[in-house]
C-alpha cells in the first residue's frame, strides 16, 4: 500500500531502544534508508546493523543544536536527502513536585521539548528545498490528555510539543512538509519495563484492550504519518493507547 515509502531516507532519533527501535525497524521493513540516533553510538550502530546494510548509526545529543546539525548532515553525506524525521527521544525521570529541582525540570524539557525544536528546524533546510516532508514527533497521553505523579515536568514536555506542533505544521504547509504526533498511552519498552511489575499490572488493568502497549502499535502509526498517501494530514494527533484515556471511572471498565 505504502509503495511511496521506497527509497526514501529517515532520520529516528532515540532509536537504540524501546519506541524509537520498534520505529526505526518498522521504517527498515518498509524500504527505507535509516539513520538511526541515540547519545550512544555503539547502541546506534548495534541497531543499525540489526536492520540491515541501509541503515547507520549515528551519535547526537539532541537537546544540542550542533548536534541536531551534524545528524542532518550525516544523513545528507550518507543517503542523498531526509525525507523524514521522526523526533522520538525522550525521557522521564519521576519527581514529585516538591523535590525537583531546576535541573530535573530543565534537564527534561531540553530532552523532550528544546529537541523536537532543534531537530526539526535541522531537517527543514532540506526538506524545504525538495519540497516535501514528514515529521513525526512521539508526544504522550501523558501531559496532552493525563496526569500522573511525579511527571509534572514531562507532562508539560509532551503538552508542549503539540502546541509547537500546531504552528509549525501552519508554517510548514506551504512547502510540502506535514508534521503529526503519536500520542503512546503505556507502551511496554526498556523503559517502562523499570518501572516495576507492580506499575505495569496496574495499568494494563486500567486498559480497555487489557494489555500494554506494543513498540509495533506506535511504528505503524508512525510508518503511516510518513507516507505520501498520509500528505493531506498535519499538525494532528493520534491516540495509541489501547482506549485507556476513555474510561470515567474504574468501575467504566466493567
Ligand atoms: P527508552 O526506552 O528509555 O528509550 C529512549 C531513547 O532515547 C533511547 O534510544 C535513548 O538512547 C534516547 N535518548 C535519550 N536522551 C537522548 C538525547 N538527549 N539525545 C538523543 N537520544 C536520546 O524510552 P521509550 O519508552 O522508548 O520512549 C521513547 C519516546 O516515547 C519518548 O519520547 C517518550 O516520552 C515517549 N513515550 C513513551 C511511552 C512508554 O510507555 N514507553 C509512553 C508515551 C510516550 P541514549 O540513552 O543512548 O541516548
Given at each position: 500500500?505504502?509503495?511511496?515509502?521506497?527509497?526514501?531516507?529517515?532520520?529516528?532519533t532515540g532509536?537504540?531502544?524501546?519506541?524509537?527501535?520498534?520505529?526505526?525497524?518498522?521504517?527498515?521493513?518498509?524500504?527505507?534508508?535509516?539513520?538511526?540516533?541515540?547519545r550512544?553510538?555503539?547502541?546506534?550502530?548495534?541497531?543499525?546493523?540489526?536492520?540491515?546494510?541501509?541503515?547507520?548509526?549515528?551519535?547526537?545529543d539532541v537537546s544540542q543544536?550542533?548536534?541536531?546539525?551534524?545528524?542532518?548532515?550525516?544523513?545528507?553525506?550518507?543517503?542523498?536527502?531526509?525525507?523524514?524525521?521522526?523526533?522520538?527521544a525522550g525521557i522521564f525521570p519521576?519527581?514529585?513536585?516538591?523535590?525537583?529541582?531546576?535541573?530535573?525540570?530543565d534537564h527534561v524539557i531540553n530532552t523532550n521539548l528544546r529537541s523536537t525544536?532543534?531537530?526539526?528546524?535541522?531537517?527543514?533546510?532540506?526538506?524545504?528545498?525538495?519540497?516535501?516532508?514528514?515529521?513525526?514527533?512521539?508526544?504522550?497521553?501523558?501531559?496532552?490528555?493525563?496526569?500522573?505523579?511525579?511527571?509534572?515536568h514531562y507532562?508539560?514536555s509532551?503538552?508542549?510539543?503539540?502546541?509547537?506542533?500546531?504552528?509549525?505544521?501552519?508554517?510548514?504547509?506551504?512547502?510540502?512538509?506535514?508534521?503529526?504526533?503519536?500520542?503512546?498511552?503505556?507502551?511496554?519498552?526498556?523503559?517502562?519495563?523499570?518501572?516495576?511489575?507492580?506499575?505495569?499490572?496496574?495499568?494494563?488493568?486500567?486498559?480497555?484492550?487489557?494489555?500494554?502497549?506494543?513498540?509495533?502499535?506506535?511504528?505503524?502509526?508512525?510508518?503511516?504519518?510518513?507516507?505520501?498517501?498520509?500528505?493531506?494530514?498535519?499538525?494532528?494527533?493520534?491516540?495509541?493507547?489501547?482506549?485507556?484515556?476513555?474510561?470515567?471511572?474504574?468501575?467504566?471498565?466493567?
Open positions: 500500500m505504502f509503495e511511496s515509502l521506497q527509497k526514501r531516507t529517515v532520520i529516528v532509536a537504540s531502544r524501546g519506541i524509537g527501535l520498534g520505529i526505526a525497524k518498522r521504517y527498515g521493513q518498509a524500504g527505507l534508508n535509516v539513520l538511526v540516533v541515540s550512544s553510538l555503539s547502541d546506534a550502530e548495534q541497531v543499525a546493523r540489526d536492520i540491515g546494510p541501509h541503515a547507520s548509526g549515528f551519535a547526537a543544536e550542533d548536534a541536531c546539525l551534524a545528524m542532518v548532515q550525516a544523513a545528507v553525506e550518507r543517503y542523498g536527502s531526509v525525507d523524514v524525521l521522526a523526533a522520538n519521576s519527581a514529585r513536585l516538591g523535590d525537583m529541582s531546576v535541573e530535573d525540570f525544536f532543534l531537530s526539526t528546524k535541522a531537517v527543514l533546510p532540506v526538506m524545504k528545498a525538495n519540497g516535501f516532508g514528514r515529521i513525526v514527533l512521539t508526544s504522550s497521553i501523558t501531559g496532552p490528555i493525563t496526569g500522573y505523579p511525579g511527571w509534572s507532562a508539560a509532551k503538552a508542549g510539543q503539540l502546541g509547537f506542533m500546531r504552528t509549525a505544521a501552519i508554517e510548514l504547509a506551504a512547502h510540502g512538509i506535514t508534521i503529526n504526533a503519536v500520542m503512546p498511552g503505556n507502551i511496554l519498552t526498556e523503559g517502562l519495563a523499570g518501572m516495576g511489575e507492580q506499575y505495569q499490572a496496574e495499568m494494563a488493568a486500567s486498559i480497555p484492550l487489557r494489555r500494554l502497549g506494543s513498540v509495533e502499535d506506535i511504528a505503524n502509526a508512525v510508518l503511516f504519518f510518513s507516507t505520501r498517501e498520509a500528505g493531506f494530514i498535519t499538525g494532528q494527533t493520534l491516540v495509541i493507547d489501547g482506549g485507556q484515556v476513555l474510561p470515567e471511572s474504574s468501575a467504566a471498565l466493567g
